[in-house]
């Protein structure tokens, strides 16, 4: 069997590749590196400085469209804050172009495989991109906006953030809840503080033997006495309903949204408080021992 004696000099060039490690050839291709050097070093520095000016433009456009948003009390703080985020990644995209297109990239071919991929990302994640689609809808129709008390798809909270993948509640015991928007879009959004007032529903069960229209008095003088009560609805106490060992009585007021659960904690209170002082009781389980 023949050995192959070439050394590595003669392989190159015998597999087509000209290496020339002379004194001249080093020369040669240092010079190339030098005049590639030349052309692209400062195209990279423009390009650096173009997305730099591009990321601090952008960023302070946010700050600026963002501020603008909150101190116009015609515009809300989502769309606001929506609008910012778009003027922001526009213009850090547009930098972002500018600086490969100035390193010599195709940006026509940059768009089409970005148009590509965003085609077949879209197809992979057909979920999320409900709920894109569902937070936009409720960035536009604004069923409920940051700060609203709220209950959707069986959570009840503030409305903290909406954004076009969730919207995140705050519970009165603090507890952060997120859920996805296509989850909120599908189903029921009670909005509990859009209106600016809510009725408060309270029953108080009474002893068959006591007076009933006393209870009535009684309750309503609670009510119109709690200075969360709003003044123009009249209090309102009826019997709603006889149950085995209480004649139940129905109190309904009307407090500010954000008054709810003060208010009604306060009138139990404070109904128990005056049925005590006026004789009125309030049954409740007895236990009987029967001994043989």
């Known amino acids: 069997m023949a050995q192959d004696t070439q050394t590595p000099t ?12 002379s004194a001249e050839g080093m020369a040669q291709l240092g010079q190339s590196l030098l005049e590639k050097a030349v052309v692209y070093v400062p195209k990279i520095i423009i390009a650096g400085v173009i997305l730099w000016v591009g990321s601090h433009i952008a ?17 809300d703080t989502t769309i606001g804050k929506l609008a910012a985020t778009i003027v922001r990644y526009a213009i850090f995209i547009t930098a972002l172009l500018i600086a490969v297109s100035i390193l010599g990239v195709n940006v026509a071919a940059i768009m089409g495989v970005f148009a590509a991929m965003t085609l077949a990302i879209g197809l992979a994640l057909q979920g999320s991109m409900s709920n894109v689609a569902a937070g936009f809808l409720l960035i536009l129709l604004r069923p ?11 959570q009840e909270g503030t409305v903290e953030d909406v954004n076009i993948f969730t919207t995140t509640l705050r519970t009165v015991d603090n507890v952060q809840v997120i859920i996805s928007n296509g989850e909120v879009r599908g189903s029921t959004i009670k909005n509990l503080s859009s209106l600016g007032k809510r009725r408060i529903d309270v029953d108080f069960g009474i002893d068959y033997g006591d007076d009933i229209d006393k209870a009535i008095g009684i309750i309503k003088d609670v009510a119109v006495a709690n200075p969360d009560v709003l003044k123009d609805s009249p209090p309102w106490a009826k019997v709603s309903c006889l149950n085995d060992s209480s004649v139940d009585i129905q109190m309904r007021v009307w407090c500010k949204s954000a008054d709810y659960w003060d208010t009604r904690f306060d009138l139990i209170k404070s109904v128990k408080e005056a049925f005590d002082a006026g004789g009125i009781s309030i049954p409740y389980p007895h236990v009987v021992e029967i001994e043989r």
């Open 10 to 21: 003669e392989a190159a060039a015998s597999s087509g590749f000209n290496l020339d490690f």
């Open 59 to 75: 960023r302070r456009a946010f700050n600026l469209v963002q501020g603008q948003a909150q101190n116009n009390p015609r515009i």
């Open 144 to 154: 409920y906006k940051i700060g609203d008390y709220v209950e959707v798809a069986g």
